[in-house]
């Protein structure tokens, strides 16, 4: 099976104006709580350097509060429309699919101010999003470029205990979405074949295009000054958890590993510091204080240090100051964090399931860990805190491994993939592109 990777040959048509659909978060929430996460944060920086190189682009998103104004400035060049569709708060992401008509009318009704032609292609995030844009192409007659993020079927095969499947009705809206895009972008290879496997995707219209990270913001830096901003002790030994607190991304198998840690090495104790950075998401919202007597179920009180969602300054120096950032998810079709921890010189001990099997280079940035249980996560937490030469190798690694991914990348792929499709579409029936 060849999967098509994102074309950077020079193609004739760049597209002026994108319509960007993210309806259910809204890129200018704090990533980390709430339904805002990595998807924010692609969108965001895709965004910003797309109209850096000339493409203008309007991002749809549902208002979550009244006091929101109708369109706000990102950057010049970058807009974001807040669409009034349904309750501003109290709607769960389950809730949603109920006013996808009234955003897409929305939606349809700012196309329709402008002369015919204002957007040039239709780029949706997330299933709800591609709903919207699968009937905004046919109306305006333009592609639809659709970015899944995580997929039903891979996140049901690959549940944590006691979470919820997803319902019925986003399985059957993923193959209507993916059905009708022009292009379909994976995140990873692993997602790529999923498309293909699970959804009967045309292989010709899956582009695997891997998100990036901002190296500017995370870059190596002083792990003392950052630990002296935290309130930790130099000689500590850090374990860092960030992101939604919910049985997707597994925090509590942290918690258990640490405390199977302590269990092995006792004396660590008066050194150990696990720091939980995120807010309930999702199924997590359910029992938003399960984390908290987790610790202190498992002793770990004195140990564990639960930290609110932060901005990207803070959240760096989180990473600098840590000894090993710690991704148990179930499912990932990317991870950003382990991406963003590696980039600032600290070693991940991740998952081995979907996109983390490209993030993380396995021996060589960090360590890659089959299944969920602590015991395994304990054993290669261990494995690196006890020898601060394996660290150090592993830190210099994660900093090369790091440099290979950047926005600026993943926007210049993206936009081939754009290029390529709009060529595509303006070929009459049957047509043969010839090279420019």
């Keep these: 099976m060849a999967v098509r990777a994102a074309r950077r040959l020079p193609l004739p ?13 809204s890129p200018l929430d704090q990533p980390g709580t709430g339904d805002a996460g990595g ?11 797309l109209a850096r190189m000339g493409v203008e682009v309007e991002i749809f998103t549902r208002a979550t509060s009244s006091d929101l104004p109708p369109v706000v400035e990102l950057i010049p060049g970058v807009t974001v429309r807040h669409v009034t569709a349904g309750p501003y708060e109290g709607l769960a992401k389950n809730d949603l699919p109920a006013q996808l008509c009234a955003f897409t009318s929305a939606v349809l009704r700012a196309e329709a101010l402008h002369e015919p032609g204002w957007y040039d292609l239709i780029s949706s995030h997330y299933w709800l999003s591609g709903q919207v844009g699968w009937l905004a192409k046919d109306r305006w007659g333009v ?16 549940l944590a205990e006691g979470d919820a499947p997803e319902p019925l009705a986003r399985l059957i809206g993923e193959e209507q979405v993916v059905a009708e895009a022009d292009r379909l972008v994976a995140n990873s290879a692993g997602e790529a074949r999923a498309l293909i496997e699970l959804y009967d995707a045309q292989v010709d219209r899956v582009v695997t295009v891997a998100p990036g990270v901002d190296l500017e913001q995370f870059r190596p830096g002083e792990a003392s000054s950052a630990r002296t901003r935290l309130g930790i002790a130099p000689d ?24 199977a840690l302590l269990e092995r090495q006792p004396a660590l104790r008066n050194r150990l510091v696990v720091l939980v950075c995120g807010g309930p ?3 997590g919202l359910d029992h938003p204080e399960h984390l908290s007597k987790l610790a202190c179920s498992l002793g770990l009180a004195d140990v564990v240090r639960f930290i609110p969602p932060v901005d990207a300054d803070r959240l760096a120096g989180i990473y600098r100051a840590s000894d090993l950032v710690v991704v148990p998810s179930y499912n990932e079709s990317f991870g950003l964090v382990a991406l963003e921890a590696q980039a600032c010189g600290t070693p991940v001990v991740a998952a ?20 969920h249980d602590p015991a395994d996560y304990a054993a290669a937490i261990e494995r690196i805190v006890s020898a601060p030469a394996l660290r150090q190798t592993l830190s210099l690694g994660a900093v090369e491994h790091a440099a290979q991914f950047s926005w600026q990348r993943t926007a210049e792929h993206l936009l081939a993939t754009y290029r390529d499709v709009l060529a595509e579409m303006a070929l009459p029936a049957g047509g043969i592109a010839c090279a420019q």
Excluded: W
């Design 236 to 259: 500590a030994v850090v374990l860092s958890f960030v992101g939604r607190i919910q049985p997707l991304k597994a925090p509590d198998v942290l918690l258990r590993a640490a405390a």
């Design 281 to 283: 998401s999702g199924s």
């Design 13 to 25: 048509s760049l597209p002026r104006r994108i319509a960007t659909l993210s309806v259910h978060t």
């Design 39 to 49: 998807m924010n944060v692609y969108v965001v920086e895709v965004s910003k350097r």
């Design 352 to 371: 081995a399931v979907g996109g983390l099997q490209t993030t993380v280079s396995d021996g060589a940035s960090g360590l890659l860990v089959a299944g």
């Design 143 to 158: 592609p639809l470029v659709h970015t899944a993020h995580t997929l039903a079927k891979v996140k049901n095969s690959l």
